[in-house]
C-alpha cells in the first residue's frame, strides 16, 4: 500500500481544486504573482512542480495560499 506525503505545498490549481474553487488561467496567474510576492516576504522559496502545459509551476505554503485566496475572496 502507498502511503500518501502530505508536502503542505500546493500548485495554485490543485490548492483551488482542493477547496472547489474554479480558476481560469487569467486568475491563477494573478494568484500566483500574490503568492510569490509574500513568500518573497517571508523570505519562503517556493517549489517547483512538472506540469504539462507550462513544463514547470511554482508550488506554495498551503499558509500563503489560503491567504491568497481569502484575500481575493475566493475562500471564507
Same mark, same amino acid.
Request: aromatic share 8%; net charge positive; charged share 25%.
Given at each position: 500500500? %502507498?502511503?500518501?506525503?502530505? !508536502?503542505? !505545498?500546493? =500548485?495554485?490549481?490543485?490548492? &483551488?481544486? %482542493?477547496?472547489?474553487?474554479?480558476?481560469?488561467?487569467e486568475q &491563477?496567474?494573478?494568484?500566483?504573482? $500574490?503568492? !510569490? =510576492?509574500?513568500?518573497? +516576504?517571508?523570505?519562503?522559496?517556493?517549489?517547483?512542480? $512538472?506540469? /504539462? =502545459?507550462?513544463?514547470?509551476?511554482?508550488?506554495?505554503? /498551503? !499558509?500563503?495560499? /489560503? +491567504?491568497?485566496?481569502?484575500? &481575493?475572496?475566493?475562500l471564507n
Amino acid at each position: 500500500m %502507498l502511503k500518501a506525503i502530505d !508536502s503542505g !505545498s500546493f =500548485t495554485i490549481k490543485a490548492y &483551488a481544486n %482542493l477547496n472547489g474553487v474554479k480558476v481560469n488561467r487569467e486568475q &491563477a496567474a494573478r494568484l500566483g504573482k $500574490r503568492a !510569490s =510576492t509574500l513568500c518573497r +516576504q517571508h523570505g519562503i522559496t517556493p517549489g517547483r512542480t $512538472r506540469d /504539462e =502545459t507550462f513544463g514547470y509551476v511554482l508550488n506554495y505554503p /498551503e !499558509s500563503i495560499l /489560503e +491567504q491568497v485566496f481569502k484575500e &481575493a475572496s475566493l475562500l471564507n
